[in-house]
């Protein structure tokens, strides 16, 4: 089956949710794993848990970003994930909040795959994945940050994709949909009002961390090398 023995693996937003579940496949593929995150706590636990490295990094800075790769080590694979933008409605958001999307969204996507690239392309092997969302193709009312910086990743990866394809280097994004993380539950955190949404998904229930980790965890093989550009939503059929 799938293996990725002697990989290295940087995974930011790796120490919960998605991401963390990302990291432990990539690991249970026979990847060496590295997980950077802002908070110590949660990142030291999730690291514990997977014999992983670990790395207190801000990936909304330039600075956030050097130092995940350089705790990587030159990685063969990037998971390219950070927290969420907060809901708004599109006319209230502030400038501030423009800014915040992108430093957090796109330019900590456009930076660490700036970082990884050149060694990904030297060794010629490489697999450049970003978590998105569902709402790429699909704006939601309350997400327009969200809706216009992941638009932006989506298409820069695709972009890159046509320069790196020859290299052995594939970029790719996996869009979520509603799936029962912390961040999912603070957005609907009514019980009720989650009920509602889950009757409205057709598989009729949020999806599981591992079943998007799954899908990033493929694209990371080296089965995955002839797909390139793509996005794959992991939606339970919502985008239907
Ligand atoms: N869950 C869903 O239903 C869903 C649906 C569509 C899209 N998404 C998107 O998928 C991504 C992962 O979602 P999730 O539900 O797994 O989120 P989550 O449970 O909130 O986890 C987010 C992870 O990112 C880290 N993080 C946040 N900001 C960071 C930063 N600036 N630098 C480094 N690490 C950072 C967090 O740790 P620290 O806070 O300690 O840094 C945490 O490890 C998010 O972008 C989310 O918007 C989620």
Redesign the pocket.
Known sequence: MFKLDGKRALV??????????AARQLRDLGAVVT?????????RA?ADDLGAAWVV?????PQ?VQA?VEAAGQPDILVS?????PPSLPSAVTGAAWEQGF???FL?TARLTDAVLPGMRERGWGRIIA?????VGRPALN?PV?NAM?AAVTNHLRTLALEVAADGVTCNTV??????????Q??HADPAEAAKLQARIPARR??K?EE?AAAIAFLATNEAAYITGQEILVDGGWSI
């Open positions: 930011t937003g790796g120490s919960k949710g998605i991401g963390l579940a997980l950077a995150a802002r908070g110590e706590e949660a990142l999730a990094a801000d990936v909304s800075t956030g995940a994930n950070a927290g969420g933008p430093q957090t969204t900590s978590i998105t969302s569902l709402t997400l969200s992941r869009a979520p949909g509603y799936t029962a993380t912390e961040r999912l603070k957005l949020f999806g961390p998007v």
